[in-house]
Structures are given as C-alpha cells and as structure tokens.
C-alpha cells in the first residue's frame, strides 16, 4: 500500500463485515477467511481459514465456515476472558509503543548500513 487510504477503507470494511478477505491479488490460487478474536475489546488474536480457488468459491466458503469460525472465537473469548487471560488496554498500548519504537530504530539501522538479519534491539 503507497497510502494509508486503501488501509483504512480495508479497516473500515473488515470492522463492518466482522471478518476479513485476503485480496485475490495476493495469492491468486487460494483464498483465506479471518474473523478476530477480542480481549477487552481489542483485538488479540485472528483465526484464519486457506482454501484453494479450485475447491470452493469464496461465497460458499463464507456461508459454510464463517458461522463456526465466529463461534470459535467467541469461545476462545470466554475463556480467555474467564482465565484473566491478556493484557488491559493501557498495557496493550504501551506495547505498541514499544514495537513502534522497535520498527523505526530497526529501519534507522538499515538505513544507516547495518545487514538486514541483525535482530530490532
């Protein structure tokens, strides 16, 4: 993506829909199927589904997985939430923070020369 605009159209629809598509372009030969998992209301987790193209058309992939996909992670919720399980909010943001800050400082390292397998420190 050059802009952030088709991000957040892709946003947008995922949050409307309750679930995702992978783009076509990306692997022609097969498609995927995502829904969230959510802890305290963020997202902590997805469950994914691949299928080759030949084998089944997207909508009836949609229409025969997506309700169990969906309750799957809506059990996997419960029990999170029931064990305590995942971090809070203002946790989870603090870590953004922190793989941010990880992701500039490694491309400060490849711009500056530095071989690209070195380890984000």
Same mark, same amino acid.
């Given at each position: ?26 692997? *022609? ?37 997506? *309700? ?46 530095? *071989? ?6």
């Amino acid at each position: 993506l050059k802009t952030r605009r088709p991000l957040h159209a892709m946003l947008e629809q995922t949050r409307a829909q309750g679930y995702a598509l992978r783009s076509k372009d990306v692997r *022609p030969v097969s498609n995927t199927l995502a829904v969230p998992v959510f802890e305290n209301g963020h997202v902590m987790a997805s469950i994914g589904l691949t299928w080759f193209s030949s084998a089944m058309d997207t909508d009836a992939a949609v229409s025969t997985y997506l *309700p169990r996909m969906q309750q799957a992670a809506r059990d996997i919720e419960s029990r999170l939430n029931a064990m305590g399980v995942g971090a809070s909010p203002a946790a989870s943001r603090v870590a953004a923070k922190g793989l941010r800050r990880k992701s500039r400082a490694g491309l400060r390292k490849r711009a500056a020369g530095s *071989p690209d397998d070195t380890a984000d420190t």
